[in-house]
């Protein structure tokens, strides 16, 4: 089935420890966006890729870093200079990037990473 | 800077009720207008709207979009224990340069139906 699977659900990281969180999409979407959820909070956008080798800053990209090597691939680093680490961490795709003219703009999302920093 | 707020915050009903959820925007170069039901964790897409007065349905959810007013509701008829979730709003519009324009999501409304 196509859908997009984030790893790990789970994680846990003492404070000053860079982490990695991994998305990945079979549903050929040429855009990936990744979103980041606080309690009582919207989602914020932390940096999004309209196509490979390409990605630039959401709203809160500070103490994040990301690459798009793969089209099915867009892993996101939780630095150490991120001051407030702990959230849930949304993956998204689309068919066409939100960021261009067409209409179209339903984003798939994968089912979270939970970040818990001690 | 767009803006997306969404009333109320949170909400607590009896299964049959009727409920309304509102949604108010603020979106540079508007395009359109999604709805997300999210119950535990990934967000499931509901209804996007575009044009102004013209319902979308889906079962017992509908939604409409009145972009003079800048305002879109949800409604939910006949509500199950199945509905209590989170709605989340978003307004997306056109990317103008300068910053990262896209989908700006209101802060939700977390509904619970009750048996």
């Known amino acids: 089935d196509g859908g997009i699977t984030q790893s790990p659900k789970y994680l846990f990281r003492k404070e000053g420890q860079n982490v990695t969180l991994s998305c990945e999409q079979n549903?050929?979407?040429?855009?990936m966006y990744w979103y980041r959820q606080d309690p009582g909070q919207g989602l914020r956008l932390i940096y999004y890729?309209?196509?490979?080798?390409?990605?630039q800053k959401g709203d809160i990209a500070e103490g994040y870093s990301v690459s798009r090597e793969k089209k099915e691939s867009f892993p996101l680093t939780v630095t150490s200079a991120q001051k407030n680490p702990t959230a849930f961490y949304l993956c998204?795709?689309?068919?066409?990037?939100?960021f261009g003219g067409g209409l179209t703009g339903e984003l798939f999302f994968g089912e979270g990473s939970r970040l818990t920093v001690l | 800077e767009d803006k997306v707020v969404q009333s109320p915050l949170s909400l607590v009903v009896h299964e049959g009720d009727t409920v309304t959820l509102n949604c108010s925007y603020e979106?540079?170069?508007?395009?359109?207008l999604l709805w997300y039901k999210q119950e535990k964790k990934a967000p499931t897409f509901l209804f996007m709207l575009?044009?102004?007065?013209i319902e979308k349905k889906s079962g017992r959810l509908s939604s409409i979009l009145d972009k003079k007013e800048l305002f879109s509701i949800l409604n939910i008829t006949a509500t199950q224990t199945g509905d209590s979730a989170v709605y989340l709003c978003?307004?997306?519009?056109?990317?103008?340069?300068?910053?990262?324009?896209?989908?700006?999501f209101g802060k939700g409304t977390h509904l619970i139906i009750q048996p």
């Open positions: 998204a795709s689309s068919q066409t990037s939100l």
């Open positions: 549903l050929n979407h040429d855009a």
């Open positions: 890729s309209q196509i490979v080798n390409d990605f």
């Open positions: 979106v540079t170069n508007f395009r359109s």
């Open positions: 575009t044009s102004s007065g």
């Open positions: 978003a307004g997306k519009g056109v990317y103008s340069g300068g910053g990262a324009d896209g989908l700006t």
